[in-house]
């Protein structure tokens, strides 16, 4: 993936630098939910892992026709910030050995997945819309809205059932 470092001077270059970011980033949640799904004991918690693999799959295309429209080739530049999110959800899953506070621990490492990738789609579509990358606005706030939603599945799951469990 990315081996050289970029050279940023402008927002173009910034937003290129950031998509390729934001392309590492959903390939290595690619990875990782697998691994955070088999792990889980709560059954809607594992729905909403698998299901938000499906989802970045389809992200991770939305991506590449974003580079396309750039005339661009997809990169991925590494992104230690997912690394370090991650790192720290494989951290808990070797640590914790109580089924339930794991479920409850793993919604929490996931949406602070989310939450990185709000803040990213969220900053590429206002510099979309800066810098009048119309093609881009939409498929990347396509993605921020499935980002929003899966954040919000999480906090539901984890308040109505998983919190409560892990307390027992």
């Not at 998509?19 to 955070?36: V, W």
């Not at 389809?58 to 750039?70: N, Y």
């Not at 990213?120 to 579509?125: A, D, H, I």
Request: net charge negative; aromatic share 4%.
């Amino acid at each position: 993936m990315g081996a050289e470092t970029m050279s940023v001077k402008s927002l173009d270059d910034l937003f290129l630098h950031t998509l390729q970011d934001i392309y590492y980033a959903e390939k290595t949640i690619t990875k990782a939910l697998p691994k955070m799904s088999k792990k889980v004991t709560s059954t809607d918690v594992k729905k909403a892992f698998d299901s938000h693999l499906e989802e970045t799959k389809g992200q991770i295309e939305r991506l590449e026709a974003v580079f396309k429209s750039l005339g661009q080739k997809p990169k991925a530049e590494k992104c230690p910030a997912i690394e370090g999110i991650v790192s720290e959800a494989e951290e808990l899953m070797d640590e914790i050995e109580d089924a339930e506070t794991l479920d409850a621990a793993l919604i929490a490492a996931a949406q602070a997945v989310e939450h990185y990738e709000m803040t990213r789609y969220g900053t590429l579509v206002s510099w979309a819309e800066t810098l009048g990358h119309t093609e881009a606005i939409t498929l990347l706030g396509e993605t921020l809205k499935q980002e929003k939603a899966a954040d919000a599945k999480l906090t539901k799951i984890a308040e109505s059932k998983v919190n409560k469990k892990a307390v027992a």
